[in-house]
């Protein structure tokens, strides 16, 4: 079974810098899209970054010039470099996946379980 394997997450202060990663595991034959939304307590989850095969990319107004997503090699990866952390920043960010398992087959979505990212005042 396909899996999102994230990691990156922590604690860290107010300009500081995080980088995410995101690996979907298991049988991938292809990677439309992919890309990253947050949660944060008492909030809607939202869209942070998303990036398609083709190389489109769409970023929340909140996060534009500050967080860069990009594609691995391998395009089952995703990354998501952010700058100039603010308190705002802080949630749950959950790694995103639209995928094929299945040669000529559907596009479904995957999700991972989530990473913590807390920036201190």
């Known amino acids: 079974q396909v899996q999102l394997v994230e990691s990156g997450g922590g604690l860290v202060q107010a300009g500081g810098s995080l980088r995410l990663s995101c690996v979907a595991s298991?049988?991938?034959?292809?990677?439309?899209?992919m890309g990253w939304y947050r949660q944060a307590p008492g909030k809607e989850r939202e869209l942070v970054a998303t990036?398609?095969?083709?190389?489109?990319?769409n970023y929340a107004d909140s996060v534009k010039g500050r967080f860069t997503i990009s594609r691995g090699d391998a395009q089952n990866t995703v990354y998501l470099q952010m700058n100039s952390l603010e308190p705002e920043d802080t949630a749950v960010y959950y790694c995103?996946?639209?995928?094929?398992?299945?040669?000529?087959?559907?596009?479904?979505?995957?999700w991972g379980q989530g990473t913590q990212v807390t920036v201190s005042s």
């Open positions: 298991g049988t991938v034959f292809g990677a439309i899209a």
């Open positions: 995103k996946a639209d995928l094929q398992t299945t040669w000529g087959g559907r596009v479904s979505s995957y």
């Open positions: 990036r398609t095969r083709g190389g489109n990319t």
